[in-house]
């Protein structure tokens, strides 16, 4: 197969944000300047030592029609839902969450001081899967596999395959990749992507070089369609995450936790939430 490199077709700055009961996050994807990116609704990034900026957390809050995913790179956060279902995310875990029709969850800070941080990613799921039964997919650190594909590149897989190595998330509809990566200091190495996948690179230490553009601190590159993109790190070592997935194509409607396919569904959404039955 040809290999079609992929380039930076659009820099997007991150903006200071809140969420929950007003954790301080800084938010990407969701904002005016990239409302989504299909199959991607929303990625923030939280990270603070500061424990007013994030210890009231995020309390019970509804989701219909998408899933969350929650990638810790630091601290320690416990969550639970209506159905009974708890579990604690620590440092370098990460938990997939399928929301389906319905689930009404909480995640808060299982710490008074001390660093926290890590991302949130929205996934949409197509209007076949948006009333399905919410499910977890939930893995301890040890169980996310990293690799190296050329000396000092190191990735660690939480979805999609890179070689023989696959990361723990399946099933999932749009097919994700969901990689992050840490460069030593002038590495240059050359990333395999999903022909046809929306994808997005967002740095979250040091500069790289991504697709021809260069991405400081807090900033993502779109990625244009191709087979591979190129990413370079400078004099200092480098970390950022690549994200893809193959675009779902279908209406969106969107309001605040509920996202489906017309309005009428989402004021259905609301009339099952206050009837109780999510």
């Known amino acids: 197969m040809q290999t079609a490199m992929r380039e930076v077709v659009r820099v997007v700055n991150a903006l200071p944000a809140s969420d929950g009961a007003g954790v301080k996050l800084n938010r990407v994807v969701g904002t005016p300047g990239l409302p989504d990116l299909d199959p991607f609704l929303l990625f923030d990034e939280f990270g603070s030592e500061s424990a007013s900026d994030y210890i009231a957390g995020f309390p019970d809050h509804p989701h ?9 790179l630091a601290g320690r956060m416990r969550h639970r839902d209506n159905h009974g279902h708890s579990g604690l995310l620590v440092s370098g875990g ?6 389906g029709r319905g689930i009404i ?20 799921l197509p209007a076949r899967d948006k009333m399905a039964p919410p499910r977890y997919q939930e893995f301890a ?5 990293s690799v190296t594909p050329v000396p000092g590149v190191t990735i660690k ?9 696959a990361g ?14 840490h460069l030593d200091p002038r590495v240059t190495f050359a990333l395999p992507l999903t022909m046809g996948h929306a994808a997005f690179a967002f740095v979250y230490d040091g500069s790289a070089t991504v697709g021809g553009a260069t991405l400081a601190k807090r900033r993502l590159g779109v990625l244009g369609d191709g087979t591979t993109v190129q990413i370079a790190s400078g004099e200092d070592e480098a970390r ?10 279908e209406p969106v409607a969107r309001y605040g936790p509920f996202v489906m ?3 009428d569904e989402i004021i259905q959404a609301f009339q099952d939430y206050e009837a109780g039955r999510f």
Do not use: K
């Open 261 to 263: 396919n017309t309005r």
């Open 168 to 181: 723990p998330v399946t099933g999932i509809a749009v097919d994700p990749i969901y990689f992050d990566l």
């Open 240 to 249: 950022l995450v690549v994200i893809a997935g193959r675009p779902i194509g």
């Open 94 to 99: 990460v938990q997939w969450m399928t929301a």
């Open 157 to 165: 897989v939480v979805a999609g395959r890179i070689g023989d190595v």
């Open 105 to 124: 969850h909480s995640e808060m800070p299982e710490q008074e001081s001390g660093l926290m941080r890590g991302f949130q990613l929205w996934v949409n």
């Open 141 to 145: 650190p040890a169980e996310i596999p």
């Open 64 to 72: 219909r029609g998408f899933e969350t995913v929650t990638y810790m």
